[in-house]
């Protein structure tokens, strides 16, 4: 029998700990969360029926996306090697709208809206260069969505669920961001599918794109519903940039609303909690109490409102905005000859923010 002394017993364990003191610093993978970027998420589509023509949106054939994406990222020695996109829950906004015209004088040959419409991507995994640039195929897939069409006279549903399109190559980059990393990458999506009550076969092409900024808190969150606007859809309000009190970068982006007048307002609580009272043409979802208005009023362009918020300058002392703290944020516009009113607003969006 073979006997070890003491350090002869501890030659393996000294060998496997040298060894990992010298070797190169150990993969880390793990997954991101990015909030989206709504403005900068824009994106374009075209679409035709087959043996009908092609569609027309409402009010144009373009939309933002809100929401959230999950990156896995691997690291080595703080450098990134390598990524992959592993969901996305990301709305439509607005809300999808399109026709195809009829013949002059008469009613439109088809009609079609699709609530609730969700979509996500996926990736296998892709290198990541020096510089942060990425080039992978991404499959862009419905994740909910019920699309309505109203064909000579008659309205069908149809659930979108689970639709996925080809894998379609793209390309951007994921570097440091203002709370962790940034990703900026343009996306292309086309989908195919047939009504199967109607027999409409309707094609879809998409492209634009997916930016996100990885956030320090769990937010935003929308919140409170309206009604339509004289544009033909909802006014959506988001907050882009990063809640980190200390950066003083957020944005609030409204639309689409008519190109009239607005003000944004704010406050710490919310009316039947989230659900709101009818006001207007639209709908109060904050407050009402104190109510929090960020003066000059701002004149919409392309159908859109923005303003940047000045953590160092509130409307009022308590108004001030701290990190720890949870808002409520919402548009008030002008929209003279539609509504019985003439008034209308978003809804409203969530923001707890963070040092």
Known sequence: MIKFTPWQKLLPTTFLLTCSLLSPSAAAQVEHEFVLDRPGCHWNWSGM???LGFLEGVPDSTFTLEGRIWVELTEVGGVLQEGRM???DAAIVPMFQAFIPGAAGYPNLVD???EDLVFSVDTPAFPIAADGSYAVDTTVLIQSGMLHAVAFGTETITDL???TAAP???SGIIVAGPDGYYIDGFQIAMFDFTD?????????????WIIGNESCSSGPN?????EKNSTGASAHISATGSYNVASNTMELYTAPTPNQFGIFFYSSTLVNGGAGFPLGDGRLCIGPGALNRLYPPVLASGNVMTRAIDFTNPPAPA??????STWYFQTWFRDPGFGPVGFNLSNAVEVSFCP
């Not at 929308?222 to 309206?226: A, N």
């Not at 108004?319 to 720890?324: E, K, L, P, V």
């Open 222 to 226: 929308t919140v409170c519903g309206t």
């Open 196 to 208: 199967p009550t109607s027999g409409l076969t309707v094609s879809f092409n998409m492209n634009g």
């Open 168 to 170: 379609n190559p793209t």
């Open 319 to 324: 108004a001030q905005i701290t990190a720890g």
């Open 49 to 51: 029926i087959a043996n």
């Open 161 to 163: 669920a689970g639709i």
């Open 86 to 88: 592993v969901v996305m």
């Open 112 to 114: 079609l809206w699709v």
